[in-house]
């Protein structure tokens, strides 16, 4: 089946320091990729996304590239600030199964002053 | 425009009792979805609605839980009797079509705690 992993956190760093968050898929066909966020206190919501190979999601100065060589989609933000501080999850949507989609386990970060 | 409405948002049961959550999407959405969050974990797909039929269950334990979405409007889950291991975070989400590309809303979710 599906699956999506990702880097195991906690992260943290400190404000204005460069961010990476690992995210790596196993699918079937051609998904789409998505990363959400959840902020402390607040529900899941969409972060970025991308639909197909090599299309760039960028969104709040975050950015990921959906690779198919490598099955990846890492996140990564130039300068983070404390209000990024938030659990990430990156997740696929199957486009061979209806939509189905699979989340991985988040990774959370915190950004300190 | 609103947004996906749950409820009730804490639930605290003994196992083997039964209990019921509550889900209104987004005025329009075709596409409906239960998930269930474990602490620690992402959230994993229990049932996904497209108006009022079933698209897919594959991992709804159909032996205690049960959904509907009577309608094609709001959705109902159940889990009857409950087991310590259902301890999480039920959330509900949805996409105004197939959710193939689209963008998926969640609603804040149910803290359900078996004791």
């Known amino acids: 089946g599906n699956s999506v992993t990702q880097m195991e956190g906690p992260v943290t760093l400190s404000e204005e320091a460069f961010l990476t968050i690992n995210c790596t898929y196993t699918?079937?066909?051609?998904?789409?990729l998505f990363w959400y966020v959840q902020y402390p206190g607040e529900g899941l919501q969409l972060l970025l996304k991308?639909?197909?190979?090599?299309d760039k999601g960028s969104n709040k100065g975050f950015e990921a590239t959906y690779r198919k060589e490598t099955t990846s989609f890492h996140l990564e933000k130039g300068s983070v600030q404390v209000s990024d501080s938030a659990v990430y999850f990156c997740?696929?949507?199957?486009?061979?199964?209806?939509?189905?989609?699979?989340f991985g386990d988040g990774t959370t970060l915190t950004v300190k002053p | 425009e609103a947004g996906v409405a749950q409820s009730p948002r804490y639930k605290i049961i003994e196992k083997r009792q039964s209990v019921a959550f509550w889900c209104n999407p987004i005025?329009?959405?075709?596409?409906l979805y239960w998930y269930q969050q474990i602490l620690g974990q992402g959230p994993k797909l229990l049932i996904q609605?497209?108006?009022?039929?079933?698209?897919?269950d594959s991992q709804l334990p159909k032996d205690r839980f049960s959904a509907e979405r009577l309608k094609g409007v709001d959705s109902t889950l159940k889990i009857q009797p409950a087991k310590l291991e259902d301890s999480a975070v039920y959330l509900c989400?949805?996409?105004?079509?197939?959710?193939?590309?689209?963008?998926?809303?969640f609603g804040p979710g149910t803290r359900l705690t078996v004791l």
């Open positions: 997740a696929l949507s199957d486009n061979t199964n209806a939509g189905k989609s699979t």
């Open positions: 699918a079937t066909g051609y998904p789409s």
């Open positions: 005025s329009g959405h075709a596409t």
């Open positions: 991308a639909t197909k190979a090599d």
């Open positions: 609605f497209q108006n009022n039929g079933v698209v897919d």
């Open positions: 989400a949805s996409t105004p079509l197939a959710g193939l590309t689209d963008t998926q809303y």
